[in-house]
């Protein structure tokens, strides 16, 4: 990811962006861009190298907003944005939830928390593995703070499918694509029904 000077950018016209993802960077400018016209969205990894906050929050809220406001302090950039979202399985009274990323352990660790899952719903019937992914936005000024919240409803398959995405992808089932796992459809087919999308929909329809 390439390196921008932070003294470069106008700060009342760049929006920070919490991730050193650039693919998410694309898809939250893609949708913010229609209510901020002549913002200039930059990831966070591209200002420079920073140590991850410690996400200690009780809810997606609370972490997207911690993601967030340390963007802006350590940036020292007034506008930033940031996502917190994971996996809510109802037989297991909404876990992983916020520890989706680290439930098995070792933060990141895809494979494991997939076994996790599978050997957490072993004995439970097809019509009780509804789960949903959910996502929260965060788009913090100074003195406000404004959210979108989305969802994308499913449930928790038998064995890993497909070889797109990640996480989770392989087990979920989206109730709006019957028969396929999330990590069977192409990244825009994804995008199209994933809960960033309709969180960053919620979040446009408040600025």
């Known amino acids: 990811m390439a390196a921008i000077d932070t003294e470069s950018l106008d700060p009342a016209k760049t929006v920070v962006v919490a991730t050193g993802n650039a693919h998410k960077v694309t ?8 209510v901020l016209p002549g913002v200039r969205f930059v990831a966070l990894g591209e200002l420079g190298d920073f140590e991850d906050p410690v996400e200690d929050g009780e809810t997606f809220f609370d972490n997207a907003l911690i993601k967030a406001r340390n963007a802006q302090t ?4 007034p506008l930033a944005v940031a996502d917190d979202s994971g996996l809510c399985v109802d037989a297991l009274d909404g876990a992983p939830g916020i520890f989706s990323a680290r439930w098995a352990g070792a933060h990141g660790n895809d ?28 788009f913090a000024r100074t003195d406000e703070v404004l959210r979108g919240d989305g969802d994308c409803e499913g449930a928790i398959g038998h064995e890993a499918r497909g070889q797109y995405g990640f996480g989770y992808d392989p087990l979920f089932r989206p109730s709006v694509t019957p028969g396929r796992a999330m990590a069977e459809l192409t990244l825009d087919e994804k995008n199209r029904i994933s809960h960033r999308f309709h969180a960053l929909e919620d979040l446009v329809s408040k600025l």
Do not use: C, P, Q, W
């Not at 898809?27 to 229609?34: F, H, P």
């Not at 350590?74 to 950039?77: A, D, I, K």
């Not at 494979?111 to 965060?138: G, I, M």
């Open 111 to 138: 494979a494991a928390n997939n076994a996790k899952l599978l050997s957490e719903l072993k004995d439970v019937a097809d019509a009780k593995r509804t789960a949903h992914f959910h996502s929260t936005v965060v």
């Open 27 to 34: 898809e939250i400018e893609a949708m913010l861009s229609k």
């Open 74 to 77: 350590v940036t020292g950039l």
